[in-house]
């Protein structure tokens, strides 16, 4: 059935390599992300869960902000937005700083979450144990907490990897994006398709399986 | 601002054409959260009562749907059915890629519910001579409707965010149609902000309909 | 009648009913003693094809309830059954938690399901509850209400399943005296329970069940004043 100029080249190894190296960068790009996200996102739960008046009226709205507007919005606006204010970013760092506020938003729900899990009583044991504010936040809270909320950050940050695939709307080729430019010359859709979407699923499936188990084991 | 001068009349005039796209949004993002609800429903019934080929066929879906990004399940629908010689509309892309994720997710979301009713009230059911499809209707589906319906406001909160993914595919729902604007008058930055805006009130006017219904639909 | 025939009941390895030979005619009474895990809960539930059965057979007016053929939905009309845990549905009102099997079930209009609601919701002592969800109800209440419902079905005979062991103290007085009435009416029951008192005074005849057998049956007055195995005595010892 083939005729004339084939202007398209099949899939050949060094397709394979390049999509390699684009899983490779989802994965930077998601663990940094979710690595930098879940520490600013624990201070901002627990600026939720401590912090009084100002932590309400200015942290969560800002915060609930990043929740109630899509990503892919999050990214354009923020990479056409840092320009206008003098910073010159490359796709990377644009991606790394709105995945990691994203991420942020997202855990400092679950970390007031877990911090809510302690309980008044369990601190009251430790503060009459004569365990400073912080030793009771270090050894009490933080373990106990982690504890309780460990499942549901397991699904922030496996959401966050997910995601991590918007970022090619501002032409950081990770593996969807490299996907597409091999779908575009190849002509093999189908095929390509299914090695992206088995690569995030060999990484998802078993870790949030994992989660599950350690949820079910916890909670008898 | 430094030496960036904003021109926000030309996003403001199309303030209307954006509204309507939002609407378009809000369509797709409800139509999907039909579709999801009722496949989703069905999945659970079948991952909890057979074994065999069903069974397989849906946990697979909840399994896919749940472990790779939701851009991912676009592109399927979108390139990766080309395989078959499958053209889809982008409206249908997106129609079928979020129906396909809400089914996925909502499933485990009944999954749960239907644990969470107490085997009692099934055989309360039966005693009385209801058939099962009777006690699925008429006891059991609308108790799990009640428990799963946070967790049912929250997804169509996703869907309206997923729905943005629109704009990959070539579909001018809110973010396409923002995306075709500021390509043609280079504002992108002011037509995302408004736009960021639109979705922010969008969710919220979600949420606040979805707590009025509640009171009205629950009056136990 | 209810007729009941060699009847074995397995857990998977666990035997729970060990050969039960048990006959109910119309119009009695029975009350079904014994130590929890005797397996008297799993008889009821074996009676109403809630549970299957793995060796003997149990006839309702004839129709063999774990036979094939047989149509459970229309034989489960026949025979209300009333749990331990008061399974009212949340959802709906009193009235309509009583109206609905009569409407979906028997194919009743909306109104005449309602109007039969109403008068067993009466029956029951509970005619100023009609619209009232079950949250708002005490235990005694939800389990009148479902008697109640159990009742809307017109059933040849009731099943109790210890239907006041979750209950208040204080509760239990209000079921009991319900059940009572019941058995003035002339209605046949089979009551699985730890109120002594009620199986001495209301019933026609008497089980004590022990380790998934039948160790001894008759009249109240035989079981409680001469029993005639050494079991029931050590029970009732035990439980007095």
Redesign the interface.
């Known amino acids: 059935m083939q005729s004339g100029i084939n202007v398209f080249t099949s899939f050949g190894t060094n397709d394979i390599w390049f999509m390699a190296q684009a899983a490779w960068r989802t994965l930077m790009i998601s663990a940094v992300s979710i690595a930098l996200g879940t520490l600013l996102g624990v201070i901002c739960g627990w600026l939720l869960h401590e912090g009084r008046i100002l932590a309400a009226v200015l942290l969560a709205p800002l915060l609930d902000a990043f929740r109630s507007v899509p990503l892919i919005i999050q990214l354009v606006l923020f990479y056409n937005f840092a320009p206008i204010i003098g910073l010159n970013l490359d796709p990377f760092a644009s991606g790394v700083i709105v995945l990691t506020l994203y991420t942020a938003a997202l855990v400092a729900n679950v970390a007031q979450g877990g911090m809510q899990a302690v309980g008044v009583p369990m601190r009251r044991a430790a503060r009459s144990l004569g365990m400073s504010y912080w030793q009771d936040l270090r050894y009490v809270v933080f373990p106990i907490g982690a504890r309780a909320v460990f499942p549901s950050w397991v699904g922030v940050a496996l959401g966050v990897m997910k995601d991590s695939a918007l970022v090619s709307v501002l032409g950081y080729v990770e593996l969807l994006r490299a996907s597409q430019i091999l779908i575009t010359r190849t002509q093999e859709p189908l095929l390509i398709i299914s090695i992206a979407g088995a690569f995030y699923f060999a990484l998802s499936y078993p870790i949030s399986r994992y989660a599950a188990k350690v949820e079910k084991r916890w909670v008898q | 601002m430094f030496d960036y001068n904003f021109h926000w009349r030309p996003v403001f005039k199309s303030v209307p054409d954006l509204l309507d796209a939002g609407l378009l949004t809000l369509q797709v993002a409800i139509l999907s959260m039909l579709i999801g609800i009722v496949i989703g429903l069905g999945l659970a019934v079948i991952r909890m009562n057979m074994r065999g080929p069903l069974y397989w066929f849906a946990t697979s879906w909840v399994e896919l749907a749940r472990n790779t990004p939701a851009l991912f399940q676009l592109f399927f629908f979108g390139f990766g059915l080309g395989a078959f010689g499958l053209h889809l509309t982008p409206y249908t892309i997106v129609l079928a890629g979020l129906s396909f994720n809400c089914a996925g997710y909502l499933a485990e979301n009944f999954r749960g519910g239907f644990q969470a009713v107490p085997d009692t009230q099934r055989r309360a059911g039966l005693s009385l001579g209801m058939t099962s499809w009777q006690v699925y209707t008429r006891i059991l589906i609308p108790q799990v409707f009640r428990i799963v319906y946070h967790p049912l406001t929250n997804q169509l909160v996703w869907a309206v965010l997923m729905s943005s993914l629109g704009m990959l595919v070539g579909f001018r729902e809110l973010s396409g149609e923002t995306q075709f604007f500021a390509s043609r008058t280079y504002r992108i930055f002011e037509y995302f902000a408004v736009t960021a805006v639109i979705y922010y009130v969008l969710v919220k006017l979600i949420l606040l309909a979805s707590r009025l219904l509640a009171v009205r639909l629950f009056r136990y | 009648m209810i007729e009941i025939r060699g009847l074995h009941k397995y857990f998977g390895a666990l035997h729970v009913l060990r050969g039960i030979d048990l006959d109910v005619p119309k119009g009695e009474v029975l009350s079904v003693i014994g130590a929890s895990g005797s397996g008297k809960s799993t008889l009821l539930?074996c009676i109403?094809g809630?549970e299957p059965i793995q060796k003997g057979a149990i006839r309702v007016d004839g129709t063999d309830v774990h036979a094939k053929g047989t149509n459970?939905?229309?034989?489960?009309?026949r025979?209300?059954?009333v749990?331990q845990?008061w399974?009212s549905?949340?959802?709906?009102?009193a009235l309509e938690n009583v109206a609905?099997?009569p409407r979906?079930?028997?194919g009743k209009s909306r109104a005449e399901a309602r109007e039969i609601a109403a008068y067993q919701l009466q029956h029951v002592g509970l005619g100023d509850k009609l619209n009232a969800?079950?949250?708002a109800l005490s235990g005694g209440q939800q389990q009148r209400l479902?008697i109640a419902?159990?009742l809307a079905?017109e059933p040849d005979y009731m099943l109790f399943d210890e239907a006041t062991s979750a209950l208040d103290p204080e509760l239990v007085g209000e079921v009991l005296d319900t059940m009572r009435v019941l058995a003035e009416e002339g209605m046949t029951m089979i009551c699985v329970t730890h109120e002594m008192g009620f199986a001495r005074d209301v019933s026609d005849r008497v089980a004590y069940f022990h380790e998934g057998v039948i160790a001894e049956i008759g009249p109240p007055t035989q079981i409680f004043g001469a029993p005639r195995s050494e079991l029931t005595r050590k029970f009732l010892a035990k439980v007095r």
């Not at chain 3, 549905?89 to 009102?93: G, I, K, N, Q």
């Open positions: 539930y109403n809630l459970l939905n229309k034989l489960r009309q025979m209300g059954m749990f845990q399974n549905f949340p959802h709906l009102t609905l099997a979906i079930v028997k969800y079950p949250n479902a419902r159990a079905m």
